[in-house]
């Protein structure tokens, strides 16, 4: 019974190139769709840190701005990839090299770089 309510309190979704996981310890979890490696998913304590994430992006964004907040590597690109992927987040990729997205509708988005630059 305990694995039943384990599972109830844990939210899997498919993406075409991601996934996102809400775990029951309130964590969430984007990872490259179908990958098992810990190099290909990244753990947030939340989704508002998630979101917390997208907000402080400028209103374009690539990879080297996802870096400035401390994500290395190939996550850089996934989490980007995620954004334009999940119906939380208002944008689109709008550039494939580099990998870029565009915030939809957001007044208050800068074009400057990402808050603590």
């Known amino acids: 019974m305990a694995d039943a309510i384990g599972d109830a309190m844990t939210e899997h979704r498919e993406f075409v190139h991601t996934s996102g996981e809400h775990r029951e310890d309130g964590s969430y979890v984007v990872a490259r769709r179908g990958a098992t490696s810990s190099g290909n998913r990244k753990v947030f304590d939340s989704f508002a840190r998630l979101e917390r994430l997208y907000e402080r992006l400028p209103q ?58």
């Open 60 to 117: 374009r964004a690539t990879a080297e701005k996802v870096g400035r907040t401390g994500i290395t590597g190939s996550r850089r690109h996934m989490l980007l990839r995620h954004f334009a992927e999940h119906p939380a987040f208002d944008c689109e990729v709008v550039g494939r090299n580099p990998l870029t997205v565009e915030k939809r509708n957001h007044p208050d988005a800068t074009t400057e770089g990402a808050a603590g630059d």
